[in-house]
């Protein structure tokens, strides 16, 4: 079987009248991430890797922030859209590994449900997906409490006509 690996990493100023939104998972906080679409820093990291996995450019290439439908976008229809872009190769994710790292809010209630929705749009079980939380413990703009940024790997493998 033919496997890639891919890696995507973003990062996103917290800033106050905005949601906060991960994976797909809104989370009650005082502050949301900036950004053109929803932010969710998560997503955004996910889809750079599925697209790296296939070296198929970044999410700027298919979702530009110039583009006006970009706007407040649900970064669950980018992750959608980057997973079709796999499958129409003829690739179906095998697993995914991600590390969000923020002081604050913390994570651990949001988890489970953050796994679901990208079991779901991700066609896994969700013993394929793992979802961490972690701080930075007081260092730079995320230690400070001033950024949420998030790691993302992910294996995907030739379906072979399945």
Known sequence: MDYRIGIGEDIHALVEGRKLVLCGVEIPFGKGLLGVSDADVVLHALSDALLGSLALGDI????PPSDPKCQDLDSRLILKRC???IKEKGYRVHNVDIAIACEK???????????GNLAKDLELG???????GMTN?????????????ALAVVLVRKTDGE
Request: aromatic share 10%; no cysteine.
């Open 60 to 63: 700027g290439v298919y979702f």
């Open 83 to 85: 997973h079709e872009l």
């Open 105 to 115: 809010p913390k994570l651990r209630p949001y988890i489970d449900k953050m796994r």
């Open 126 to 132: 969700m013993e394929s997906v793992s979802v961490k």
């Open 137 to 149: 413990e007081g260092f730079d703009a995320v230690g400070e409490g001033r950024a949420i940024r």
